[in-house]
């Protein structure tokens, strides 16, 4: 075929909620960790794509397409999904 023929038998809602990034931290108190001979103690975990709100049915509401044109501003060509990650660190400052 040399032609894509689109329809709006496939439309469907794309809106969505996400909640890209996370991260929660705590600083320990001066007065406890300078017993230890610290002068900063931090413990956090961040973590990335952490949760889409949506009723789109692919696996990603922000689409991805082939060509970029206005005839095909938001056509969904099964991207694969975004990957969701998780890091937890330690900062320490002697």
Do not use: C, H
Request: glycine share 6%.
């Amino acid at each position: 075929m040399q032609r894509f023929v689109f329809s709006d038998w496939a439309v469907e809602d794309g809106s969505f909620l996400r909640l890209n990034t996370l991260t929660l931290g705590y600083t320990l108190p001066s007065d406890l960790i300078s017993r230890v001979g610290l002068s900063n103690f931090r413990v956090y975990a961040s973590a990335y794509n952490v949760f889409t709100w949506t009723n789109y049915s692919g696996f990603d509401p922000e689409v991805s397409t082939r060509r970029r044109t206005a005839l095909t501003p938001g056509v969904d060509y099964s991207a694969y999904p975004k990957s969701r990650s998780f890091v937890v660190g330690l900062n320490l400052t002697f």
